[in-house]
């Protein structure tokens, strides 16, 4: 039986499922498995100024603008057919051409950079009148996180044609999370300091200081409120993106952390009374 920790968060779950209790809704959980420049003087310099302004003036100097690049269409890459699950590549060119620069520009992924978060691919149902087609076109369904609008926008992309003939926003949609999701979650509770517990832990375990998400194994699940079931920080979760984390020592135990819940699209962690 592997080392149980039992000082700070009470409870280490050490085994292959954790049996979680509150108001979570726990979707599709699966736990895992064990320079400087160089300056020069005298004649050279006056020289090397005469020469910027001329390439400035020609548009070809270091404030010059460079000229727009328009991005072309992805490659095809390795196509399946008919039922096939979706191939690598065209899992990728569907995420590509599913982000039109509207989408690109607006939306805000889980680390607040600019695009939405990327949550899966799917292969999509032929249309009706194409189930008996020996020829009918591959679509994939391409689903995203906008967390500037905390909104599920999916997209149906033709992987024939290359467009996107259909677009779906959903608000208090919450599908499962993603591995980058899990990721910024646990930095999330580890920068605060509701995460001190669990850092001790950590280091009770393995005599190491815990910094990065990258020293845990992470699953977790969406969280959604329940009316007098939570502090009121929380009383949006459902409408915002927020997670319980099941944080695991490599090659070590089980942390508990179901008291806390993190908030993705407010980025705060609150601790449940769960007992």
């Not at 009148?129 to 033709?158: H, I, M, Q």
Request: hydrophobic content about 35%; proline content about 6%.
């Amino acid at each position: 039986m592997r080392k149980i920790v039992h000082r700070h968060l009470g409870k280490v779950v050490a085994g292959a499922a954790i049996a979680v209790a509150g108001t979570a809704v726990m979707v599709g959980i699966t736990l895992p498995g064990t320079a400087g420049a160089d300056e020069t003087g005298g004649s050279n310099s006056g020289q090397s100024a005469q020469q910027a302004a001329q390439e400035q003036e020609q548009g070809q100097g270091a404030g010059a603008v460079s000229p727009g690049v328009v991005e072309g269409a992805p490659s095809e890459g390795d196509k399946g057919t008919g039922n096939d699950p979706l191939t690598d590549d065209e899992m990728d060119r569907a995420a590509k051409l599913a982000v039109n620069p509207q989408l690109r520009s607006a939306g805000e992924n889980v680390e607040g950079d600019r695009g939405p978060q990327r949550l899966g691919v799917d292969l999509a149902e032929p249309e009706a009148d194409e189930l008996d087609g020996a020829n009918a076109p591959r679509r994939a369904e391409v689903s995203f996180y906008d967390y500037k609008a905390d909104a599920l926008v999916t997209k149906t992309v033709n992987l024939d044609t290359g467009k996107v003939e259909q677009t779906s926003t959903e608000h208090g949609v919450q599908p499962p999370l993603s591995r980058a999701e899990y990721t910024e979650a646990a930095k999330i509770l580890i920068a605060d300091p509701l995460g001190a517990g669990m850092k001790a832990d950590y280091k009770d375990a393995t005599g190491k200081e815990l910094g990065s998400p990258d020293q845990l194994l992470l699953n977790g699940a969406v969280y959604r409120a329940a009316p007098g079931a939570q502090p009121a920080v929380l009383d949006q979760c459902g409408e915002h993106r927020c997670v319980r984390l099941f944080p695991k020592v490599k090659n070590g135990p089980w942390i508990d952390a179901r008291s806390f819940v993190i908030d993705l699209s407010a980025r705060k962690v609150a601790k449940l009374d769960i007992g």
